[in-house]
């Protein structure tokens, strides 16, 4: 049983079977909020999974705001350390991916798009899937003016997307698992640096 766990837009957290069958599922799409409702939706799930042993936690990497993913990339950290059992990195636009492939019809190259704020998207190229059934990147993340997005798809098809399944995430996962491969690093996809920084040391004070 898989675990995922993403907050790079709203707060998503799913349970799956390792065949990708759902047990489990909850969500929100408030952007704002994740520390809020985070232990309430994987108490949910985990409850809704009927007692089944979770084997890996599955955590979305981004692209997302600073704050937002270290919160959803904590959780699941902290959940797989309680359990002693791995966590599996995953780049949350696989997801979206999967999502547009599987339940939308998506063929082709194709982009998924999602709000960076501050005027700006961020956007990932896809071609298709790969003989595990993975998403296959074909670009990688990149932030773009909004206002220049046209441009930047070059005649690929966009695809926006404001909300994101936990559950596409935990079958990219269990895919990857089965695959033996790795997704993504340690390493969070922000958006960009948070605003505030460590301050420098104090200033001497003479008398």
Do not use: C, N
């Not at 759902?22 to 985070?38: F, N, Q």
């Not at 997005?149 to 926006?160: N, R, W, Y």
């Not at 909300?163 to 990857?176: M, Q, Y």
């Amino acid at each position: 049983m898989i675990l995922a766990v993403d907050t790079s837009l709203g707060t998503a957290v799913a349970i799956v079977a390792d065949d990708g069958a759902l047990r489990a599922e909850a969500s929100t799409d408030d952007p704002m909020g994740h520390a809020e409702v985070i232990g309430d939706l994987l108490r949910d799930v985990v409850d809704g999974a009927d007692g089944d042993t979770v084997t890996h936690v599955v955590a979305g990497m981004g692209p997302g705001p600073f704050t937002g993913l270290r919160i959803g990339i904590a959780a699941a950290r902290t959940f797989a350390l309680g359990r002693r059992i791995p966590v599996v990195p995953v780049p949350s636009h696989l997801a979206a991916a999967l999502t547009a492939i599987d339940e939308d019809g998506v063929d082709g190259r194709f982009a998924i798009v999602t709000d960076a704020r501050r005027r700006e998207v961020a956007v990932t190229v896809f071609d298709g899937v790969d003989e595990m059934g993975i998403p296959r990147v074909v670009a990688e993340t990149v932030l773009v003016p909004r206002a220049g997005l046209d441009d930047a798809l070059s005649g690929t098809t966009g695809i926006e997307v404001s909300t994101l399944s936990a559950a596409d995430l935990a079958r990219v996962g269990a895919r990857a698992i089965a695959a033996g491969r790795t997704l993504a690093g340690e390493e969070p996809l922000y958006l960009r640096h948070p605003d505030v920084s460590v301050p420098g040391a104090p200033k001497k004070v003479g008398l």
